[in-house]
């Protein structure tokens, strides 16, 4: 079982990062995945035009897709351009079984900023938890739940990441890992003993730096991480096309 994902697109008409969506979706024809994730931030400044043509492109895959928003997107113009009868109708949360595997995903997003919170959706994120389905879960979100190290990033994470660490401690062994994106380079961590990923991105990546006086280069192709589960063990993989 491989789930893809993909996060951070920004396409906008004065970049390439569309052209940089298609050769990862190219890369993706060799894997065959069974299902693929997008944790958002796919458009920049509303363009309409950006969500037909991701939609476009997500329609040829051989596999279910999943779309989360992050705090770049317009939440209407996704639903204008995708149908899912996955996202629930106050967000765009989803929670699905695939292949003896359940991805949920939380819409972490707030409007009018920058940073993100799961603190409102913890109620909704407990009873699928909950769910008597007993299947290994995935988690994805679009904002970070740990700390990157990246100051700029750090200040617009995910709030409440505190309560979803109490959260996972009582539903201890379901989740095999948290996966998000929004920091534009693949980091990985762990929040209250599950592994945590961060996926690189799409568009151009954030240089890796911490703060000090100088900011390294950065100059990183497109990004994005396949979750292969087999054998109940979750193997995470950071892959640049």
């Not at 109490?166 to 961590?189: E, F, K, M, N, Q």
Request: charged share 15%.
């Amino acid at each position: 079982m491989i789930v893809a994902q993909l996060t951070d697109i920004h396409a906008a008409p004065g970049n390439d990062n569309l052209a940089r969506f298609a050769r990862a979706l190219e890369w993706l024809e060799f894997i065959q995945p069974d299902a693929l994730v997008v944790t958002g931030d796919l458009v920049d400044d509303d363009w309409f035009a950006g969500y037909a043509a991701i939609a476009s492109l997500l329609k040829g895959q051989h596999c279910p897709v999943f779309l989360l928003p992050g705090n770049a997107d317009n939440h209407a113009m996704m639903r204008a351009c995708w149908e899912s009868e996955a996202w629930m109708p106050d967000a765009l949360h989803f929670s699905v079984e695939v292949k003896g595997l359940r991805l949920i995903g939380v819409d972490t997003t707030l409007k009018g900023e920058a940073a993100g919170s799961i603190i409102a959706h913890l109620a909704w994120l407990e009873r699928q938890l909950a769910g008597d389905d007993g299947l290994p879960v995935l988690l994805f979100l679009h904002h970070h739940v740990f700390p990157s190290g990246i100051p700029t990033m750090d200040k617009i994470m995910c709030r409440g990441s505190g309560e979803l660490a109490a959260l996972l401690t009582d539903y201890a062994g379901r989740t095999l890992a948290i996966a998000s994106g929004h920091v534009h380079r693949p980091i990985a961590s762990h929040l209250a003993g599950v592994p945590a990923y961060i996926c690189g991105s799409v568009c151009p990546a954030n240089p890796a730096w911490f703060g000090g006086e100088t900011v390294p280069p950065a100059n990183d192709p497109p990004s994005l991480m396949l979750h292969r589960f087999a054998a109940g063990l979750l193997t995470s993989y950071p892959i640049f096309v």
